[in-house]
């Protein structure tokens, strides 16, 4: 039973309603009682965004142009978001959701808080900054004897610059050899591929083991008069051979954002933005 509707936008359900798909979700499932009380939870919560706040997607849905199961992705993802910010991130992902990467609904999801979910993503950041802090823990055994463990939170742009200075680092002790040139040690290539695991355009998830290492601003020969320090981290990333073409030869640029995601620029000026992963 509906007995009245949230300023979610989302009727409120009472707590015997569920009971109802639990039996057949547990049978059909082959399912533990409390796996299946948790799968009709969620599988009405999905619902229950896609019939109130997703008009769009619900048409999809309707019109078989938008599969089940990209809809729920979409409820799921959403579920946080005020109904203004919902139908922001609906407006913009319908049309497009039997073809959109997760990530970028995600970039729309977070771009939606920050413009209608101003005060809650504040009180969230809020919330979460006390949480920052460094915690050095010293194993003791005979597994882990001889070992420490470093923890540090806080925000992205921060520790990327740690994260970067202390690979960094670390590699040129362990590794004193003369500074890299245009082609980078294999410990940088290797620090390059698991920061960002994939070629970093837009909706490219080709493995980064198989990618070039391009330098994102181009590497100027020294005896042209480039600067030291061309080749390091956080001017390097991996483009599969077809995007590396894209920028040397058609017109794309990209940066790097100091708290690690990535922006790129089309010939046409639109920019698209690639999260960590």
């Not at 936008?9 to 409390?34: C, I, N, S, T, Y």
């Not at 796996?35 to 997607?57: C, F, G, H, K, V």
């Not at 938008?66 to 978001?81: D, G, Y």
């Not at 483009?239 to 046409?268: I, Q």
Request: hydrophobic fraction near 35%; charged fraction near 30%.
């Amino acid at each position: 039973m509906l007995v009245e509707v949230q300023r979610s936008g989302l009727p409120v359900v009472l707590d015997e309603v569920p009971d109802e798909f639990v039996p057949q979700l547990a049978a059909e499932a082959e399912v533990k009682a409390r796996e299946a009380d948790r799968s009709a939870m969620q599988l009405m919560s999905d619902a229950l965004d896609i019939e109130y706040r997703l008009p769009r997607t619900r048409a999809g849905l309707e019109s078989l142009r938008i599969a089940p199961w990209r809809a729920r992705q979409i409820a799921v993802l959403t579920h946080r978001l005020s109904v203004e910010a919902a139908a922001y991130v609906d407006a913009r992902v319908a049309p497009i959701a039997d073809t959109a990467a997760r990530t970028r609904i995600e970039r729309l999801v977070n771009e939606a808080a920050a413009r209608f979910d101003a005060h809650e993503q504040a009180a969230a950041e809020d919330a979460a900054k006390q949480t920052w802090g460094v915690r050095l823990d010293h194993y003791t055994g005979t597994v882990w004897a001889g070992t420490s463990r470093l923890e540090i939170i806080g925000d992205p742009p921060t520790l990327t610059k740690v994260y970067d200075l202390l690979n960094t680092r670390a590699h040129q002790r362990l590794d004193p050899a003369k500074p890299a040139a245009e082609q980078p040690p294999e410990w940088m290539r290797e620090l390059v591929v698991l920061r960002d695991r994939t070629c970093v355009h837009p909706n490219c998830d080709k493995d980064a083991r198989d990618c070039d290492l391009d330098h994102i601003e181009a590497y100027v020969e020294i005896d042209d008069g480039g600067p030291p320090g061309q080749t390091r981290p956080d001017n390097l990333a991996p483009l599969c051979r077809r995007h590396h073409r894209a920028k040397t030869h058609h017109g794309w640029t990209y940066r790097r954002n100091p708290d690690g995601p990535y922006t790129w620029t089309d010939p046409f000026g639109r920019t698209y933005d690639v999260p960590r992963p």
